[in-house]
């Protein structure tokens, strides 16, 4: 919860929330990046069996989403809200957005590439 966010104009809220979207596609690219160097292609979701890029891709973006959380709560940009569990003081939702998240789009990428290929045979 953002300091004083629940009494935000919508405008303010949504400015907010794009923010935090830019940054979720920002860390995501990295991820991506990162693991496409690892695996030295930057089609390696579709190999057989990309298990560096997809650990890279998950390990990469649980420790951005972690120091980034942390960074915002020690600066005071953002609170959690007494019902929200977390570990180590770091909210699971967020975490959890990034183990759940990940492997989605992966599996996404992957069916979309295929019924591409597919119609291009």
């Known amino acids: 919860m953002f300091p004083g966010g629940q009494g935000l104009p919508g405008r303010s809220a949504a400015v907010l929330c794009a923010q935090a979207n830019v940054g979720e596609v920002a860390i995501t690219g990295l991820a991506f990046l990162i693991a496409a160097l690892i695996e030295r292609t930057s089609w390696w979701p579709l190999l057989s069996k990309p298990r560096r ?9 649980i ?3 972690i120091a980034v959380e942390i960074s915002a709560r020690q600066h005071q940009q953002w609170t959690y809200d007494v019902t929200m569990p977390t570990i180590f003081g770091i909210g699971l939702l967020p975490l959890g957005q990034w ?19 597919a119609r291009a045979r």
């Not at 890029?53 to 973006?61: N, W």
């Not at 183990?99 to 290929?117: D, K, Q, S």
């Open 99 to 117: 183990v759940i998240l990940p492997v989605l789009e992966l599996m996404v990428f992957r069916l979309l590439w295929m019924r591409v290929g």
């Open 63 to 65: 420790v951005i989403t």
């Open 53 to 61: 890029g997809q650990a890279a891709f998950l390990v990469i973006g």
